[in-house]
């Protein structure tokens, strides 16, 4: 009866030692995922606040994301040589979404494998542009988003947190990095 019960014990903690050390690797690539999103965000903020610098308008704030600069741009955000994050890849992408005004979209997609487990976490980033739009409304029709990612955005966004666009170099001055960048709707896919 004893050797019965001793076998059983031992056999619960076996189990018990397997399901332990898959939370642990769970929660090991979930921090993973999750410090990857958050250095790319600290890179972003760094970067806003080299765009501010280098503003003075709408056009020449929203020319430091979007155009030529674009590609350099995602190459220095997604940069971390200096941190020792294993085992991590990262996708940026520029979503173009034009319902919104005044903001650029990133995607940020961050994904760990380690010991036979994947994990993929999405995350959104919203930078809003601080200066005022001049009379140069141009209308485009197209979209890149798909409906679920639009109707996303549309649910997770805050409307209009960030303060009223700047006029001088005073309110400039002002203003925050992060109070221009918000990360929202980070979920596992």
Do not use: W
Not at 20 to 38: D, G, M, R, V
Not at 88 to 95: A, H, L, V, W, Y
Not at 127 to 132: G, T
């Amino acid at each position: 009866m004893v050797n019965i019960i001793a076998i059983a014990c031992s056999a619960l903690i076996l189990s018990n030692n397997k399901y332990t050390k898959y939370n642990y690797e769970e929660a090991y690539i979930e921090e993973q995922c999750l410090s990857k999103i958050e250095l790319v965000y600290s890179n972003i903020l760094k970067e806003v606040e080299l765009a501010l610098e280098k503003s003075h308008d709408y056009d020449s704030f929203e020319s430091y994301f979007t155009e030529n600069n674009s590609y350099n741009f995602i190459n220095r955000i997604s940069n971390i040589s200096n941190v020792s994050l294993r085992d991590t890849q990262c996708s940026i992408q520029k979503i173009d979404y034009y319902n919104v005004e005044n903001t650029i979209y990133y995607r940020v997609l961050s994904k760990v494998e380690y010991n036979n487990f994947n994990k993929s976490i999405v995350a959104y980033i919203k930078i809003k542009n601080p200066f005022s739009k001049d009379s140069n409304n141009e209308q485009i029709d197209e979209n890149d988003l798909t409906v679920s990612e639009e109707s996303e955005i549309e649910q997770l966004t805050d409307k209009d947190n960030i303060s009223e666009n700047i006029n001088n170099q005073e309110d400039k001055k002002q203003l925050k990095p992060s109070d221009l960048v918000v990360v929202f709707g980070c979920k596992e896919v």
